[in-house]
């Protein structure tokens, strides 16, 4: 295995270091500093995630205002090591209840330094689930050998749980009430032509889950997706129902799917961890239900007006509603003076980011809102460059509606005793970068 | 000040400092921007407070970096407000937003001169210090005399005045031609009278700048300026304020100072004491002290000093005064300090006289070469280098040499050259200088450039007593394991030339040397093994009767590389073992190299153009006049060796070509010889008088494919040798020996040969002057005119034109003026006479002076032989039997010009024409031959026909 770090530095936006581990002694203790010349103080931040400085490559990602580098001065792994950037975030996220950021870190630096030792090795990547860590790497404090009452709770043997027969799963976990929940979380991207033609347009999914079940349970998932269906068909000699079927791309499941099961039966049927995991991911580029059609007109009327209509039309269902819906729609940097009318919601302009910005909280399914505004600009100096018109961004939530059109059609739940369990469903479509042309 | 009661502004300046990060800063800056434009497009307008403060604003966003590309129009709007606070903001945003080139500018231009004449101080002053931050031309136009005369107004403040002399120095560097300053020579020396030191501060720079365009106009200030000086020096009447660390006003001193050396000497001999007698005190009274401030003023002070002590040639005491200021310094551990000096002195050398006294220092200058500082060794070694001469060469190159193996990487290139150089220049025998550079070699092998080892083989070759040394000395180092790929090089080189002298030595015998080098080859690159492979041919060659065993590994070896990749060793296995073959004609063939003609040293050359950008300007044109007769040095120890006449020599091997002569009847010969690739070889004329015509085909030989072996043909009959003066066979002037500072625009010799062939052209351009030439010719007379056009704006002086005629011509060349005045023509009319015919050619020495710089060319005067040709028409009976009657060498000559590109006959009759002999067509049967006539005058003889 290739190495993915010889040393983490994990900085505020300001770039000092909040805390570090050296996993090997190629690099310098001082390398952070490069990398605070190089990148952070100049345009170079943001541009691209790997830069090479001297012999060393610095990969950085910032997450909220913390700025999480990585520095090798060996040919590294970058997937590697963005990956477990990626997975140790998700590790502090669930010791630190949920947030990470520079007062998340400065809370619990003892946490940190044991975990960074815990999850890395000379370089190389260990355990990183949060669920065995967990076990042995507490936030109660530690209890004296000499106090006088031992624990109750026998000492969870996490070597055990690491090399048994299921690796993520402890064994006797009893709840009252066996329930799992189930999340379909889709992102739509899209690039849209003025004209309205689709230039690109893809939807990246992912199922969350979250499981509360006694015992071993063995879990089988069926979706409405083509290879299952046909599948099924093939064994039970019966023709397909008429409904839509999906056709996933690029699959990824989580370590607890049963993949021999899936190659042969194309079920997706596992053991699984406790608690919240992500399932599966996949990404679907045909046959995608856009939520919202956006068709603007911008006309520059001379050097100093222009005109901007622009009509969202809202194609799910009557009954449903999206949320939180953004429209951002650029204008030329010298913007002085802007007057809106719009049917519903609220726009204004925004400097600091040169758009009109048009907000509308509760977004009814098959209806269609129109913002008209006059822009007012300034004479400047510099010789007229032709504005480049970019793209109008979108931003939104669509609840109970997936953009893939997938649906979960069954979830069995398996396990010796047999209790009930309750099954939850959700279904949630939002924006990825979703941009029409102007 | 302005700033109070802007809440607006206080509080975006807190926004921006509070930012924790560079993103959030541009947001609040966006949204600042953004606000700003609102605001300006605001259909009720702003209150000139709202204006202000947002203009502010602008200025503030600007200076942080970011683009502002509106509100100019209100910035310059402000200019004209009537208030004090709006109208600072206006100034002020204006210089920094707006560059000359704005059209806005001209929007103020009016405000701005109703400030500048108006009769308020403080608007004045702003005003003043916007044009002089801006300084378009516009406003030098129209605001120039506006400020002139508030200069020199006598009821303005000091303030005032000195804003208005800064701003019109700012005004005048940009647009000399614009700022009419004629007679400013008399209101300069006024205001130089001025007792307030600011204003002499600022009025003195204005004077540096002016004195720089044109000094001559003012040379009414240099007692002014000596004053001035003197009044600083003795501290007199210098207000406290005006004193920095108890140093009078060291920034006027220094400006005087730089003044003062735009003035090319002081000849009132009152005014030199005076202002030496100040220069005396600086030096006399400058240490180095404990402050860092009042170091760098005083020594700020004492430098522009010693530029000036140097500029004006002192007394050698005052310069010995200098040398042992600057030894101090060289002594000090601070390294600025200690860099100061090493260059200064670097500098000091440029002047006479001083050599000696640096020579002192040496010890210390060479321990400043193990300075950990790189920069102040590069000064060491510069001063070393400068130094040297012929007394302490020895030293200073062997402890260079000692260097060498621990000096930086960095340096070594430079060092190895600067060694290389010394001892070319100053070898006191020839044996060290083979010595030194073989040592040079072998320390620093990657750093030798070829120029290098090229010049010591030249200087074996040239010199017989030195090749036995050599070809030791280099066996020696080729013994050693491990050798350098140049010392390989060099020493196949030698040893193949010379191996034969060490004969007798023990370990010296063909087989022995062939076994040392041949050790190497595996180890050498491709360059190199054609060098190896020539000197194979030459130990087999010097080894006759050849050791048939030697000769077996030798022709093995050839044999190997017949087919090897590289064109050149290829070619040079096969024609070795086909010329090895050949037994004796080898010998022949594989002569010994003939000596090298002496040329300036590539290396020395070298030198000098890399201290072009090194020194600086005033300091080279000292040095070139001392530059020839170091380089001199070098010349005149090779001619006592009996340099032969110059003869082109081809890159390594050289093949001599017997000439040939053909048959009267034109068949083309053909040449059993093998002609080497590569070689140039031209055909050596018997009779003198033919040599002429070779001579102008040479720059047609150029051109021509290597080893061509078309011959044109000419026979050349000449009635010529009527004056059988038997001219001496150099007669070529040499031209270019001079290193002159000036380099002349295009070739001087493609110009003389282009001349030769026409009556008018440019004979000789550089950057100051062009000569022309125009000439008219009749029988034996000549009259031409040469037009001296000085091609600037400043005239040139001490011209001198000097004819030096050779024997046969006689030449009145009228009175040449002694200066040509800028952009003017001078016509010199130029007798000739041709009394005998002869091949020497006239030479016309022109000097001239342009500022401190000498220039000084030699040119041949196209006053050549075929000048004094006229062209006539021979018929076919009148032909022949002068042909016939002319009887073999040497009335009848034939030549063959080898070498020359073959050439369309149309052409040939052209150059015929062009050489004024005249083309008789159809006399000869053979259309390949052209016949052409001529007739020859001169005074001494009468009329010759001349056929051709």
């Known amino acids: 295995m290739p190495v993915a770090a010889s040393a983490i530095y994990f900085l505020n936006l300001r770039g000092d270091v909040l805390i570090n581990r050296l996993y090997r002694d190629d690099v310098g203790g001082n390398m952070v500093d490069a990398f605070r010349m190089h990148i952070m103080q100049t345009k170079e931040l943001g541009t691209c995630p790997v830069r090479q400085i001297g012999g060393c490559s610095f990969f950085y990602m910032r997450i909220s205002n913390v700025y999480i580098v990585i520095v090798v001065s060996s040919n590294a792994n970058v997937a590697c090591a963005f990956k477990f950037v990626v997975e140790a975030v998700a590790l502090f996220k669930s010791y630190f209840g949920g947030a990470f950021d520079e007062d998340a870190i400065r809370n619990n630096f003892v946490l940190i330094y044991e975990l960074l030792d815990e999850i890395m090795d000379f370089g190389y990547p260990q355990n990183l689930s949060p669920e065995i860590l967990k076990l042995y790497i507490t936030q109660e404090g530690v209890r004296s050998p000499f106090s006088s009452k031992p624990s109750d709770k026998p000492v969870p043997n996490a070597t055990l749980q690491v090399t048994g027969a299921v690796g993520w799963r402890r064994e006797g976990l009893v709840y009252k009430k066996n329930e799992v929940f189930l999340d379909i979380v889709e992102s739509v991207n899209l690039l849209m032509s003025s004209k309205g033609s689709v230039l690109r347009c893809d939807v990246t999914g992912k199922i969350l889950m979250k499981c509360f079940l006694s015992g071993m349970p063995d879990l089988k998932l069926g979706l409405n997706d083509k290879i299952g269906l046909e599948k099924e068909s093939q064994l039970k000699s019966r023709p397909t129902k008429s409904g839509k079927t999906i056709e996933l791309d690029d699959v990824t499941f989580h370590q607890c799917v049963n993949l021999t099961r899936f190659n042969s039966e194309k079920t997706v049927s596992f053991v699984p961890p406790d608690g919240e995991f992500e399932l599966m991911k996949y990404r679907i580029t045909e046959g995608v239900n856009l939520p919202f059609r956006v068709l603007p007109t911008i006309k520059e009327l001379g050097r100093t007006r222009m005109e901007v209509n622009v009509k969202v039309k809202s194609v799910f269902g009557a009954k449903m509603f999206a949320l939180g819906v953004v429209i951002k729609i650029p204008v030329p940097k010298q913007t002085a003076k802007t007057s809106f009318q719009v049917t519903s919601g609220r726009a204004k302009y925004n400097a600091a980011i040169d758009c009109l910005v048009w907000k509308i909280r509760k977004f009814p399914g098959q209806t269609e809102p129109t913002l008209s505004a006059e822009v007012e600009l300034i004479s400047t100096m510099a010789e007229k460059k032709s504005w480049t018109r970019p793209p109008i961004q979108m931003e939104f939530q669509v609840p109970m509606f997936t953009a893939s059109g997938l649906r979960v059609r069954f979830l069995k739940v398996w396990e010796k005793s047999g209790y009930n369990t309750v099954e939850w469903v959700r279904y949630i479509t939002k924006a990825g970068s979703y941009e029409v042309r102007c | 000040m302005a700033m109070h009661g802007m809440r607006g502004l206080s509080v975006f300046i807190s926004d921006i400092r509070n930012c924790q990060n560079k993103e959030q800063e541009r947001l609040r800056v966006d949204k600042e921007l953004g606000n700003v434009r609102t605001r300006f497009k605001n259909e009720k307008g702003l209150s000139p407070y709202e204006k202000k403060k947002y203009v502010w604003k602008m200025l503030y966003i600007y200076m942080l970096g ?563 007769s170091n380089a001199l040095v070098v010349t005149d120890q090779l001619p006592a060796n009996g340099a032969p006449p110059p003869v082109p020599v081809g890159a390594l091997t050289l093949v001599k070509v017997p000439s040939m002569t053909s048959d009267e009847d034109h068949s083309s010969t053909d040449l059993a010889l093998s002609h080497e690739n590569g070689i140039l070889s031209k055909v050596d004329p018997q009779p003198p008088s033919a040599d002429l015509l070779g001579d102008l085909l040479a720059p047609l030989a150029i051109e021509g494919p290597p080893g061509a072996t078309v011959q044109s043909e000419h026979n050349s009959v000449s009635g010529l040798e009527g004056g059988p003066d038997a001219v001496d066979g150099s007669a070529i002037v040499a031209i270019e020996e001079q290193t002159n500072t000036v380099q002349p625009i295009g070739n001087i010799a493609e110009r003389f040969h282009a001349l030769c062939l026409k009556d008018s052209g440019v004979l000789y351009e ?183």
């Open chain 2, 66 to 628: 970011y683009d502002v590309d509106f509100g100019h129009m209100e910035a310059v709007s402000l200019i004209s407000a009537p208030k004090y606070p709006e109208k600072q903001v206006g100034y002020i945003v204006t210089s920094c937003l707006l560059n000359e080139n704005h059209d806005f500018l001209r929007l103020a231009i009016n405000t701005v001169r109703n400030d500048i004449i108006g009769r308020n101080e403080t608007f004045q002053c702003l005003a003043l210090t916007m044009v002089g931050n801006i300084g378009g031309r516009e406003f030098a136009e129209s605001l120039a005399p506006d400020v002139q005369k508030l200069l020199l107004s006598s009821s303005c403040r000091p303030l005032v005045r000195k804003k208005a002399a800064l701003c019109l120095l700012r005004l005048y560097r940009k647009n000399p031609d614009v700022v009419n300053v004629d007679g400013w020579a008399d209101r300069m020396s006024q205001l130089l009278d001025e007792r307030d030191l600011g204003v002499l501060t600022s009025s003195m720079s204005l004077l540096v700048a002016l004195v720089s365009n044109n000094h001559e106009a003012y040379w009414t200030c240099l007692p002014k300026c000596v004053k001035t000086l003197e009044r600083l020096a003795r501290n007199q009447d210098i207000p406290q304020e005006y004193t920095y660390y108890g140093i009078p006003s060291p920034w006027l001193q220094v400006k005087t100072m730089r003044a003062l050396q735009y003035f090319p000497t002081i000849e009132d001999p009152n005014t030199r004491r005076t202002l030496f007698e100040v220069l005396q005190r600086i030096l006399m009274g400058t240490d180095v002290v404990k402050n860092v401030n009042k170091n760098n003023a005083s020594h700020a002070v004492l430098f522009e000093a010693l530029a000036l002590v140097m500029h004006l040639d002192a007394e050698k005491e005052m310069m010995s005064q200098c040398v042992a200021l600057l030894g101090k310094f060289i002594a000090v551990r601070e390294p600025n300090i200690r860099y100061l000096g090493l260059e200064n002195m670097t500098r000091m050398l440029m002047v006479t006289d001083v050599q000696d006294i640096i020579k002192r220092h040496q010890a210390q200058i060479i321990t400043s070469l193990k300075d950990p500082d790189i920069s102040i060794r590069r000064r060491a070694l510069d001063l070393l280098y400068g130094m040297c001469d012929v007394t302490n060469a020895k030293d200073i190159v062997e402890e260079l040499l000692q260097y060498l193996s621990t000096a930086d990487f960095a340096m070594r290139e430079e060092l190895s050259l600067k060694a290389a150089i010394l001892a070319e220049k100053f070898a006191p025998d020839l044996s060290w200088y083979v010595d030194v550079i073989l040592q040079l070699i072998d320390k620093a092998g990657d750093f030798i450039s070829d120029d290098i080892w090229f010049r010591v083989v030249q200087f074996v070759t040239n010199n017989e007593d030195l090749q036995p040394y050599a070809a030791a000395k280099v066996k020696e180092y080729l013994d050693k394991p491990a050798v350098h790929e140049t010392m390989v090089k060099v020493s196949a080189y030698i040893l193949g030339e010379y191996s034969h002298l060490l004969g007798r030595r023990p370990g010296c015998s063909p087989k022995e040397i062939f076994s040392i080098i041949h050790e190497k080859l595996p180890t050498v690159s491709t360059t190199t093994i054609p060098i190896l492979l020539s000197a194979y041919a030459k130990i087999l060659m010097h080894g006759q009767p050849p050791d048939q065993e030697l000769q077996n590994q030798i022709w093995a070896i050839f044999n190997k590389y017949e087919s090897c990749i590289d064109a050149e060793i290829q070619q040079r296995a096969v024609e070795y073992f086909a010329l090895s073959q050949k037994g004796a004609a080898l010998m022949d063939i594989l002569a010994e190299m003939p000596k090298f003609p002496e040329r300036q040293s590539a290396l020395i050359k070298r030198a000098e153009d890399a201290e072009v950008d090194a020194a600086e300007q005033s300091a080279i044109k000292l040095r070139a006049q001392q530059q020839t």
């Open chain 2, 766 to 948: 550089d950057p100051y002057i062009q000569i022309g030439i125009k000439a008219e010719w009749r029988a034996h007379h000549g009259r031409l005119v040469l037009f001296l056009g000085n091609k600037n704006t400043a005239p040139l002086v001490s011209v001198q034109a000097l004819i030096l005629p050779p024997a046969h011509l006689k030449m009145e060349l009228s009175l040449v003026p002694d200066t040509i005045p800028p952009r003017a023509q001078v016509q010199c009319p130029l007798e000739v006479v041709n009394l005998r015919p002869s091949r020497d050619v006239a030479v016309l020495d022109f000097s001239y002076k342009f500022a401190t710089n000498m220039v000084d060319v030699k040119l041949r005067l196209p006053a050549v032989l075929n000048k004094f040709l006229q062209p006539i028409s021979v018929s076919a009976e009148e032909f022949f039997p002068q042909w016939r009657s002319l009887s073999g060498p040497p009335l009848k000559l034939q030549e063959v010009v080898r070498g020359v590109r073959p050439m369309p006959l149309p052409e040939m009759a052209n150059l015929l024409n062009s050489f004024r002999l005249m083309i008789s067509p159809g006399l000869d049967p053979n259309p390949n031959n052209l016949v052409a006539s001529t007739t020859f005058y001169s005074e001494s003889t009468r009329a010759m026909l001349c056929l051709n």
